[in-house]
């Protein structure tokens, strides 16, 4: 099991930027893909972010693409979503997950789906205003 703590959601006008930070231990990180989910009110969670245990391949929904950055530090056990140009409609809840690739492919695998994860934080509150 992975336990996986979160921080750096808040309050920021829109236009401005947030660093989310995902801390994990309990098993070797590098052997995971770490993704990056939202979900507001009255929405199902979302796909937002992923990237692969080897962090070069990268995955983010449409609405993100070109203002928020995935990474991870494999050495720090640490992924990060770097949130740039924030909008009102990026407001929600935002939590961070791992998952163990499988295959032959594992080394590019991301999961984009709820069920690709196995382990997740406990959320943090982005709220953008206008």
């Known amino acids: 099991q992975v336990q996986l703590v979160e921080s750096g959601g808040g309050l920021v006008q829109a236009g401005g930027s947030l660093r989310l930070s995902c801390a994990a231990s309990?098993?070797?990180?590098?052997?995971?893909?770490v993704g990056w989910f939202r979900q507001a009110p009255g929405k199902e969670r979302e796909f937002v972010a992923g990237i692969s245990r080897s962090g070069v391949t990268t995955s983010y929904t449409d609405s993100v693409k070109g203002r928020f950055t995935i990474s991870r530090d494999n050495a720090k056990n640490t992924g990060y979503l770097q949130m740039n140009s924030l909008k009102p409609e990026d407001t929600a809840v935002y939590y961070c997950?791992?998952?163990?690739?499988?295959?032959?492919?594992?080394?590019?695998?991301?999961?984009?789906?709820?069920?690709?994860?196995?382990?997740w934080g406990q959320g943090t509150q982005v709220t953008v205003s206008s």
């Open positions: 309990g098993r070797t990180f590098s052997n995971y893909f």
């Open positions: 997950a791992v998952g163990l690739p499988v295959g032959v492919v594992r080394e590019v695998q991301v999961g984009v789906r709820p069920n690709d994860y196995t382990s």
